[in-house]
């Protein structure tokens, strides 16, 4: 018996039109913040073709698939979600996705896989780490990589803080691309706080 | 209060060299390499990053480094290959960086390795893991925890039975990319022979077949 999240996915794939037919469900899931739900396609000189889906899901929203740690924040932040498909025109296997993170404030952590997240069976990244010296989280498949054809399981990480678009890149050896892909948005108070000491300076320098 | 400016240029002055490349480029016209040099990478798209890859490549059994050691997770090099050697130097308006990654020019990849000491400049990054793909093409990445900006690697070390041509290189971070081009193993003459043989005996079996059927 089908689960209720699979066929909800199925029942929405359908609904698709052909030309998006290469996202995955996650690019679909009617559960996530629409305007930050969708998928974006890198092309690496003709080599390196994916689409990356994502979804970003309200705190409490993200679905529970029956397993324990699926929201590692327990429903207190938002989940940030993505799955990569590298298409079969592809020559290249994929081994790295890497989110943009504005600043250090982002509150970006709990970087996981989530293998049992709707299209299930896809490549699991062999670390996730949110890097605040690069500003950027890193997925890294490695053993195997996202071969082309394949797709990777779904990895997410959370933040107290909701979304904006950010710089994403993939690689794979001497090829990359760069897109522009969900990620969080330091909260207001940071820039109240940054804006406040601003005017103080200015203050103290014409008196 | 003007003194007080004087005295901050002066100390603004003498902070730039600090913060500045203290590498001394060993790469660049190392002693016995067989070519050498230095290629700065074109950001991708929407990329602040600025970034020179300093390279030399050496013939089979040329390179003597100062002290090799293993990339964690890669299988390690060998210097009786022909060594292709980079450093990579993440300029001052650049972002911090965390993967460097080479193609091949189609030909095989054998072993990673690293020299801390061939730059005797201390700050240098150390990759902390490292990876060869085999593929179509066969391709090396190295991992660091970060490299600042400004900032440099380590001397990274990469071995093939093969000579160089020039393929694809890049490196990411802030979700951006920037690549170039970079000296890297290209099939021999053999091997082109050999896989333009091979091509000719499937076209001519496959002929044959079509004109049994």
Redo the contacts between chains.
């Keep these: 018996m089908l689960s209720v999240a699979l066929r909800r996915s199925l029942s929405v794939m359908m609904l698709l039109p052909t030309s998006v037919a290469l996202a995955g469900p996650l690019a679909f899931d009617p559960t996530g913040i629409p305007q930050f739900t969708g998928s974006v396609a890198f092309n690496a ?1 003709n080599q390196l073709l994916v689409d990356l889906d994502y979804a970003v899901f309200a705190p409490g929203v993200y679905p529970d698939d029956g397993v324990n740690g699926d929201d590692p924040s327990n429903g207190a932040e938002y989940v940030y979600a993505y799955q990569a498909f590298n298409r079969t025109a592809s ?3 994929l ?2 996705v ?4 504005v600043n250090d404030q982002t509150g970006a952590h709990n970087a996981v896989p989530d293998p049992l997240h709707v299209l299930t069976g896809g490549v699991l990244p062999s670390s996730m780490e949110v ?1 605040l ?4 989280v ?1 997925t ?1 498949f ?1 053993n195997p ?1 996202v071969p082309a054809g394949g797709y990777s399981s779904v990895f997410l990480f959370t933040s107290p803080n909701r979304p904006t678009y ?4 993939v ?11 969900p ?1 969080p948005l330091p909260e207001p108070a940071t820039f109240g706080l940054l804006a406040l000491g601003g005017l103080v300076v200015l203050r103290r320098r014409r008196a | 209060m003007k003194r007080l400016f004087l005295v901050a240029a002066l100390v603004g002055c003498l902070a730039v060299p600090a913060l500045a490349d203290l590498s001394t480029h060993p790469l660049v016209g190392a002693p016995g390499s067989l070519l050498s040099g230095s290629v700065h990478f074109t950001p ?4 602040t990053l600025d970034v020179d890859v300093d390279f030399a490549v050496w013939t089979p059994g040329t390179f003597s480094g100062v002290t090799l050691l293993p990339v964690p ?1 890669a299988p390690f090099f060998s210097p009786a290959e022909y060594v292709y050697a980079y450093q990579v130097h993440n300029l001052p308006a650049s ?5 460097f ?3 091949s020019a189609g030909g095989s990849l054998t072993g990673l390795a690293y020299d801390p000491d061939f730059d005797p400049a201390v700050s240098d990054v150390a990759p902390y893991a490292g ?1 060869i ?1 085999v ?2 093409p066969d ?3 190295f ?1 660091f ?2 490299i ?1 900006a400004p900032g440099f690697s380590t001397v990274l070390l990469m071995s093939s039975p093969l000579a160089p041509a020039f ?13 170039g081009t ?1 000296p ?1 193993p290209v099939p021999g003459p053999a091997a082109v022979v050999l896989g333009t043989l091979g091509l000719g005996l499937v076209g001519w079996l496959k002929k044959r077949y079509i004109q049994g059927a």
């Design positions: 000189s020559t290249r296997a081994t790295t890497s989110v943009g993170l890097n010296v690069s500003l950027s890193i890294r490695l990589p950010m710089t994403t890149s690689l794979s050896g001497g090829l990359v691309d760069t897109q522009m892909a990620s | 991708i798209g929407p990329s997770f972002h911090a960086l965390t993967t990654g080479i193609d990876s793909f593929g179509t391709f090396a990445e991992y925890s970060a600042p393929a694809s290189a890049s490196v990411i971070n802030l979700g951006q990319t920037a690549a970079l890297s």
